[in-house]
Nanobody, 117 residues
């Protein structure tokens, strides 16, 4: 089994920054894809950023130039660096991974990000 634990959320003022972490554990010998999603209250969950084991990244238009996804393979941890945060970035942020060349996906429990003055 694979477990994901997210951390790093919190309250930040507009224009501020946060770093989210997603630590994976369990029977993993390779993390193939890493994703960050978010879900604002009353809205559907949406994809924010993707990182493949080959180093390819992809970002939603609404975060391009502000957010960066990265990983530390030795720590099996994925990060989401968020800069220039705005109130519309307020949401619960979730990580999702695929591992070991299998199609199964694993989700974290989510971490709340609130951007407010």
């Amino acid at each position: 089994q694979v477990q994901l634990v997210e951390s790093g959320g919190g309250l930040v003022q507009p224009g501020g920054s946060l770093r989210l972490s997603c630590a994976a554990s369990g029977s993993i010998f390779v993390i193939n894809t890493m994703h960050w999603y978010r879900q604002a209250l009353g809205k559907q969950r949406e994809l924010v950023a993707t990182l493949t084991s080959g180093g390819i990244t992809n970002y939603a238009d609404f975060v391009k130039g502000r957010f960066t996804i990265s990983s530390d393979n030795a720590k099996k941890t994925t990060y989401l660096w968020m800069n220039s945060l705005q109130p519309e970035d307020t949401a619960v942020y979730y990580c999702k991974v695929t591992v070991n060349y299998r199609p199964d996906t694993y989700w974290g429990q989510g971490t709340q990000v609130t951007v407010s003055s």
